[in-house]
């Protein structure tokens, strides 16, 4: 396995506008894909973005097959520019979670499609109103719909991987993994400070906390937020 420098890929990557900013996710689902994929693995990269993530692990394993899909058309489109910039080859289509992979089965899923509160991701520098997240107040909606159908696509031992960002209902959707897969196990989990632009937002993540839709702690009057990735096997 090469050993790749994933945020000096982020830098030598093209990242049209309004389109997705690869951030601490999309490193972490890298950093845990690389220990789960293996050679002549066929991967679906869901919810690509400019396709950070599929060209990263390409970079790094060999021979490996790779999908990348999107909801988003500018986001495909990035997709295929950047796969071809860099002299790599996947099936990569537009539609939204699994409808572009009707009868295909897959033996490692990453899961990056919008998974925090759209009332939040409205208001971030990540999101603002381009970039699609119709993933409800708790952010749960599209992943916990992936989560429902992934059977489906992937291989008899196929595993597929999802975030857990605590501005989503992360007990909501960990429960529905374990529901629909037999092991759920978290392997990389960082946390991280609200970006000081999103400040303005407190009142409203606090209504959010509330109602348990969203987590975070305060410290030093910053907001700490975590983001995990766990895989989900069958
Ligand atoms: C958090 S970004 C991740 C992008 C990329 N993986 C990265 O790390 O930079 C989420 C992506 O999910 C896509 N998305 C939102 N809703 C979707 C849906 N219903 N089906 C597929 N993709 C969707 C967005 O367009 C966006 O590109």
Not at 37 to 51: E, H, R
Request: hydrophobic share 35%.
């Amino acid at each position: 396995m090469l050993k790749i420098d994933f945020n000096q890929l982020v830098k030598l990557t093209n990242v049209s506008k309004n389109i997705f900013k690869p951030n601490l996710t999309s490193q972490l689902s890298f950093e845990t894909a690389i220990l789960g994929i293996k050679k002549n693995f066929k991967v679906l990269d869901l919810g690509c973005g400019c396709g950070i993530i599929g060209i990263a692990l390409m970079k790094s394993i060999p021979n490996i097959e790779m999908y990348c899909s999107d909801f988003d058309t500018s986001s495909v489109k990035n997709t295929k520019k950047n796969f071809t910039q860099n002299k790599l080859k996947a099936d990569i289509r537009e539609g939204s979670l699994f409808d572009p992979w009707l009868n295909k089965k897959f033996d490692y899923i990453i899961n990056d499609v919008s998974g925090i509160s759209s009332v939040i991701a409205k208001n971030s520098p990540w999101f603002g109103k381009e970039i699609p997240c119709d993933s409800g107040e708790d952010g749960s909606d599209l992943t916990i719909s992936i989560i429902k159908k992934a059977k489906d696509y992937l291989t008899d031992k196929g595993s597929m991987q999802i975030p857990l960002i605590s501005l989503s209902n992360v007990e909501k959707i960990v429960n529905v993994a374990k529901e629909n897969f037999s092991n759920v196990k978290i392997v990389k989990s960082k946390d991280w400070f609200l970006p000081k632009e999103m400040e303005g937002l407190k009142n409203k993540m606090n209504e959010l906390k509330s109602k348990n839709y969203i987590n975070f702690d305060e410290k030093f009057g910053k907001i700490i937020c975590k983001t995990s990735i766990a895989v989900c096997e069958q």
